[in-house]
C-alpha cells in the first residue's frame, strides 16, 4: 500500500493516461495534483467525498466551471445528467461494495468529464467503479478518451444490474415454488424486499435513461466529442436491462397477488367451517337454552326420563340442521 501522507486529498486513485502510448500510469498517494496532468493526456481522478477538504482541491482543478464543481460535492440521492460547454457532469446511481461482499444498497457516483479529465467522487464504495479500475489495468488502451472511460462505468453498471437480476430472478423462483405448493405458506415477508428493490431499481433507470437520452439530444457544440455515439449505445444497453427489470416487478407483483390469493382461500375456507360449525351448534344451543330457563311447567321436569327427551331433541335438531344445509347445498 501507499504510504501516507496524501498529497491530494480524499484520492481513492488517480490514473494518467497517455493515449500515444496505450498506457495509464497510476499515480501513487504521495503524488501532488501537478502530476495529473504532467505529459499531456487527461487523467481519471476519484475522490472520497467524506473527506472535507475535497471541495478544496477542486478549486485549486483547471477547467472546473462552478456547476461542475457544484455536481461533484452535491449530496442528492438522484440521477442528473448535464451537457454543457463541452463538458459532461452530474450524478450517475450504482450498488455499493462492502469490504468482503456486494450488495444491491444504491450508493451514487458524482462525476465531470471534459476532453482532459474525468473526476468522480462518491462516499461508499461503488462496485461498478471498482470493476471498471481493474479493467483499465487489464487493457488500458481502450481508453482513447475520458468518455470512453464513462462509457465503461455505464456499461459496469449495466452489468451490475443484471447480476442483480439474476439474483432476484433465482429468489422469486424459490419464492414461486414456495407459493404453489399445496403447503400452506405466508411468503409476503420474503417476497416484501425483493419488489421493494426492483422498484428502487427500475425507478433510477429510468430516470438515468430519460436523461440519456435527452444528453443525446443536446447541441453538438455543447457535448463532449463522441459522446452522441456513446450515448446511444448506452441507452440501447439500458433498455435491455430495464425490460429485463420490468418483467421482474411484474412477475413480483403476480406473485404477491397470488399470494393473497391463496390466503383468501385459506381465509375463507377457515370462515366456512366455522359457519358449518355455528349452524350445527346453534339448534343444540336454542334446546339447552330452553330447557335451562328458570320457568315453571318445562316439559319433562317431571319423570325419570327427561334427559333423555332433551338429549333426543338435541340429536333432532342437529340431524335437521343438517337436512337443510343439503337440501340448500350448503354441504
Known amino acids: 500500500m501507499d504510504t501516507l501522507p496524501v498529497n491530494i486529498p480524499g484520492l481513492v486513485w488517480a490514473y494518467r493516461f497517455a493515449p500515444e502510448s496505450g498506457k495509464a500510469i497510476r499515480l501513487q498517494n504521495s503524488s501532488g495534483p501537478a502530476e495529473l496532468t504532467a505529459e ?33 460535492t452535491t449530496h442528492d440521492t438522484h440521477s442528473a445528467i ?10 450517475l446511481v450504482d450498488c455499493q461494495r462492502e469490504f468482503d461482499h456486494e450488495t444491491a444498497d444504491l450508493g451514487w457516483l458524482h462525476f465531470a468529464i471534459s476532453d482532459r479529465f474525468i473526476i468522480t467522487t462518491r462516499l461508499q464504495p461503488l462496485r461498478s467503479v471498482d470493476r471498471a479500475r481493474a479493467l483499465i489495468e487489464k487493457n488500458p488502451a481502450k481508453f482513447a478518451r475520458p468518455v470512453d472511460l464513462f462509457e465503461m462505468l455505464v456499461i459496469e453498471f449495466q452489468r451490475t444490474l443484471i447480476s442483480i437480476v439474476m439474483e432476484i430472478t433465482e429468489e422469486l423462483n424459490l419464492i414461486e415454488d414456495y407459493v404453489y405448493d399445496n403447503a400452506p405458506r405466508d411468503e409476503r415477508r420474503r417476497l416484501a424486499p425483493v419488489r421493494r428493490t426492483v422498484v428502487r431499481i427500475h425507478r433510477h433507470l429510468r430516470t438515468v435513461l430519460s436523461l440519456m437520452r435527452r444528453a443525446a439530444a443536446s447541441d453538438d457544440e455543447e457535448m463532449p466529442f463522441g459522446f452522441e455515439d456513446i450515448a446511444g449505445r448506452l441507452t440501447s444497453r439500458l433498455e435491455t436491462v430495464d425490460h429485463d427489470i420490468y418483467t421482474l416487478q411484474d412477475r413480483a407483483r403476480l406473485l404477491h397477488e397470488e399470494i393473497d390469493s391463496k390466503l383468501s382461500s ?16 346453534l339448534p343444540p344451543t336454542l334446546v339447552t337454552g330452553f330447557f335451562g330457563m328458570n320457568t315453571a311447567n318445562l316439559p319433562f321436569a317431571q319423570g325419570s326420563n327427561g334427559t333423555e327427551y332433551a338429549v333426543g331433541l338435541i340429536i333432532a335438531s342437529v340431524a335437521l340442521a343438517w337436512w337443510l344445509l343439503r337440501r340448500v347445498d350448503i354441504l
Open 266 to 281: 385459506e381465509t375463507n375456507r377457515h370462515l366456512y367451517i366455522l359457519s358449518i360449525m355455528t349452524a350445527f351448534l
Open 82 to 91: 448535464t451537457v454543457d460547454d463541452q463538458m459532461l457532469y452530474g450524478t
Open 40 to 72: 499531456g493526456g487527461f487523467y481519471w481522478l476519484h475522490l472520497n467525498l467524506a473527506d472535507a477538504r475535497v471541495p478544496g482541491l477542486l478549486d485549486s482543478l483547471d477547467g472546473l466551471t462552478p456547476d461542475a464543481k457544484a455536481a461533484l
